[in-house]
């Protein structure tokens, strides 16, 4: 079962940086949010490439907890999205500098 998390979660993780990356290369000179709110050009296949990350999130963050307790789901996932944002939030600075 550890094995289906570990690869449940890396497939999440590269899911979701998928997903800002797809954002990226649609919107390159805007800032992209983070979670909420809308980008100013927004495929609909970054919806499918989400929820997919968020179904093996949930389900690897379920796997963890079963295995090492209840705290290890959450921070699992927490980790695991972290790759994303800061490809999200280097891309918003980026941005940022070369509007100013």
Not at 17 to 39: E, I, Y
Request: include cysteine; charged fraction near 10%; glycine fraction near 8%.
């Amino acid at each position: 079962m550890e094995l289906l998390a570990i690869v449940l979660w890396v497939l999440a993780a590269v899911l979701l940086t998928a997903s800002f990356d797809m954002l990226r290369q649609v919107n390159p000179h805007s800032r992209l949010p983070f979670f909420f709110g809308k980008p100013p050009v927004n495929p609909p296949q970054v919806y499918v490439v989400r929820f997919l990350a968020l179904i093996c999130f949930l389900g690897s963050g379920w796997l963890f907890s079963d295995l090492y307790g209840a705290a290890a789901g959450p921070i699992a996932i927490l980790l695991g999205a972290l790759p994303g944002c800061i490809r999200n939030l280097l891309h918003n600075r980026r941005v940022a500098a070369a509007q100013a």
